[in-house]
């Protein structure tokens, strides 16, 4: 699941078309579009309604940890020129000072610069930044939903010291529009780092067969959890159920999958290859 | 290699910092107040940290030097540790700082003056007496070397203070800069050596056991003291012949004279970065082992520990004198110990 949040509905307008997103009904408290594993949210201006807005979202959707969350929207800078794509390489809060530093992991060259969140349309653009009205609320937030490699905030540069503030809806969609295939490649690479959490985050469920035979308390559960899975990467299948004749209870099949466990012979070493001496070493 | 440098506002105009920061022209370079606010956060996942780890720079406050974890050490009677940086660039997955921390990024403390006086204190505390500092617990000690050029610095100091002993342990093949000086008697360069199949499988982005050997080496024939670091020791089916084969390998390459040591560890894990590395890394065939939890620390049972062990002592022992092998957990030490006692050798030196 990868999730998109936007302030303003110009900004959302060209992401929709070329992601053939869908209104989703019935309308809550910020306007969502949904085309299957991929979500908007609309928040409307300010880091408070964004903040909100990713809330609403989480819950909207599937409530699921460790998802991509993509803030995406117009922002002021100092010096780089409109038009311009950048990522957030630190998230300032200007009225309160702190400062978040999303890791950065994608692999798509876009430039990086530090991003201040104000709460009043910045006209004087004091340091080399971009200044934007969300992303210190969209970040606090979606990092209590996602583990942060996940969370980034992505801003198309609209106005420069002494640009027109007041910009056109239809000139705001344009600036979006031009730099759909950069959202498009962050967003593809975000969606595929949240494949690598969620494959490792929910284990394939191995344990149904067996609690539908027998009786497993709370602890007894995770003990057959961890067992099937250490069996399942050891050995790369499960053995077929015992009989109920052979394991009489929950602590029986326990029993019978540790003894099943310890006589699997460990291998753990690959065959070296004639590569090995020359595989891919980090260089300093 | 480094896309991002992360660097404390106090240190931006250091003069180690901007070098280093030259050294990437194309990262993005982010200040910030202390390096824990990019660090320490807990939403972070280790194991996509790693496809990009970022490098930070900062200043060390409060301790530097430490004392060893008991049991750690290679003969001496005072041992300490000291780490001026914080996680590593390769990553082997039996690794426990990938338990230990929750970023993958590389810290670099560049106040290395702060590590020199700490040290320098207790060699002044343990007066008359050889002191043993450890490098490369928390970090390999020379893989980042080109970048950092601690260990020239460190060198210059170890030669104005003899009684100051150092290991720098490291799977790296960064030893040019060990080259631009003479030799240091109270310098040991210890290779952490697995089985060539081991490595393969778990070593990620380090260098082969091959080109480790041919580093040490060279250290050897340049007349640098060299240590053989066999930790942790895995087991499998076929490890008997796999240690054996990776112990001849070794003792062919490195002169005997040379050799100031060799250790001996089993895996061995705390419980709680057990924990965390097998959430990273459920499908780890490793974490699937024969562990079992023994004093908050995972590792393998008495008797397969026991077995390994002595398998690997007696191995050794065929190669090299019992006074320069140490062994790393406290079974193993009584072990060895006692194996020793019976045999009627020299004392085995218990880290």
Redesign the interface.
Known sequence: MTNLVVALQAEARPIIETLDLVQDRPAGIFPVYCNGDLSLVVSGIGRIHCAAAVTHLFHRTAQRV?QAWLNIGIAGHQQVPIGSVLLA??ITEHASGR???P???LDVKLL???LVTVDKPERCYPDCCAYDMEAAGFYQIA??C??????QSLKIISDNPGSDLDLAVDEISLLIADQMSAIESAVRQLSD?SH??DT?RV?PDLSSLYLEQWHFTVSQRHRLATLL???K??SGQLPNLPGTSECQDARGVLRWLESKL?AL?????????KD????????? | ?I??I?VENAVVCHERAVNMIKRFPDA?C????RYQ??FN?K???F???K??P?LILAKKFGATVLPAPKGYGIGGEHNYYFSHMLNC???CRYCFLQGMYR?A?YVVFVNYERFFEGMAEKVKTHAGEDVWFFSGYDCDSL?????TGFVRELLAWLRRHPRAQVELRTK?T?IRSLFETAPLSNVVIAYSLT????A???EH????V??RLAALAELAERGWNVGLRFDPV?????YQD?YQRLFEDVFDRVPQNSIHSVTLGPFRMPKSYFRNVT????????????FESRDKMISYSKDCEQQMMSFCHDQLLRHTAADKIFTCSPLSRDLAANRVDRNDSVGIHNG
């Open positions: 460790d390489s630190r400062s978040w530093y890791p950065y992991v990086r610069s530090p990092c209590r996602s583990t942060a490699e996940l969370v780092l690598v959490v490792v284990p899975g250490r069996l990467v050891r310890s012979p460990v291998n753990l070493s690959v065959p070296q290859g090995a001496a020359d595989r891919d070493e980090q260089q300093s | 290699m896309d991002t992360y993005a982010v200040t910030c107040d606010e990019v956060p939403a972070q996942n194991r996509l940290q496809k990009k970022a660039i390769y990553d970023s990024h893989a980042l070397e080109p970048v790296s960064q089985p060539a199949q081991t393969a499988t778990f982005k380090a260098p082969s091959e080109k895995l087991y499998e089916l076929r796999l959430r990273l890394y459920p499908d780890e065939a490793l974490f699937a082992g024969p």
